[in-house]
């Protein structure tokens, strides 16, 4: 890379650790900028996985506060988006170019719905609750974020969005806790297909180096602002964000 491509890789690190920390969809920033830098679409997506795992680990510990009492969920939630990452990063390597991503949009635009509608639909379930149900979300919140796991392992833009969007809709929790418990699902996803890539993948390491190193940045500012963020204020950014994605992802 010339100076500034590596430049502008490293702002675009930054500018993805932020964006992760807050809703997600960070991918969208540097997956791009990686395209346009030449690198094959597989190797970019590869090597823009491995270098946001610094910066997932950025926000959580950015978020450390809003974890606490939530150890016996995220061990619940970890357990699925484990398997889920894991069986998603063997679909990326196995499976024929955008054979999965044909569904993206579609499932950001649920995702967004579902943001919009959360305090509503969480008035009814709580009404509607018995007293002493299961406060992890029960089967139906492990089932969505095991299958938002497999779509982060493949791609990852947005996976912060459905996330935020499910257990919105199935716990009984504020949104900044909330957002503290999607930090470390998808750093959990991440993680495990970074590791599964290390070892079948084409990676470009200079590029995940410099991602990496902007991201850390990032994830500490996005707990910054994210943090200060009213509930309402923060469902508006995942909206924006989210049409964003999708904008992205069908103009290509």
Same mark, same amino acid.
């Given at each position: $890379? ?27 920033i540097t997956?791009?900028? %990686?395209?346009? /830098?030449?690198?094959?679409p ?6 823009n ?14 978020? +450390? ?9 995220? +061990? ?10 894991? %069986?998603?990063?063997?679909? #990326? ?12 949009p579609?499932?950001?635009l %649920?995702?967004?719905? %579902?943001? *919009? ?21 029960? /089967?139906l ?21 459905l996330?935020i969007? #499910?257990?919105? $809709? ?9 957002n ?21 993948? &084409?990676?470009d390491? &200079? ?20 943090r200060r963020?009213?509930?309402? *204020?923060?469902?508006?950014?995942? *909206?924006?964000?989210? /049409? ?9």
């Amino acid at each position: $890379m010339t100076p500034w491509e590596s430049l502008a890789v490293l702002v675009a690190g930054v500018g993805a650790g932020t964006i992760n920390a807050i809703v997600g969809s960070g991918t969208l920033i540097t997956f791009p900028v %990686l395209l346009a /830098l030449g690198l094959p679409p597989v190797t970019a997506n590869v090597s823009n996985t491995l270098g946001l795992v610094p910066g997932s680990v950025s926000g959580v510990v950015g978020y +450390r506060r809003e974890l606490v009492g939530q150890g016996a969920r995220l +061990r619940r939630l970890g357990g699925a988006s484990l398997l889920g990452g894991l %069986l998603g990063a063997v679909l #990326l390597v196995k499976l024929p170019s955008g054979a999965f991503t044909a569904i993206v949009p579609a499932l950001i635009l %649920l995702a967004l719905v %579902l943001v *919009v509608i959360q305090p509503r639909v969480a008035r009814v379930v709580a009404a509607r609750r018995k007293e002493g149900g299961d406060p992890h979300g029960g /089967l139906l919140l492990l089932a969505g974020v095991f299958l938002t796991g497999i779509y982060g392992g493949y791609f990852g833009a947005a996976q912060g969005v459905l996330l935020i969007a #499910l257990m919105g $809709m199935l716990l009984q929790d504020g949104m900044q806790r909330i957002n503290a418990a999607k930090n470390v699902l998808a750093l959990i996803v991440n993680a495990v297909a970074a590791v599964f890539f290390l070892f079948t993948s &084409t990676i470009d390491w &200079t590029a995940v180096l410099l991602i990496a190193v902007g991201s850390v940045v990032g994830g500490q500012i996005g707990a910054k602002v994210g943090r200060r963020l009213r509930p309402t *204020v923060l469902r508006a950014v995942i *909206v924006v964000v989210g /049409l964003a994605a999708v904008t992205k992802l069908l103009l290509g």
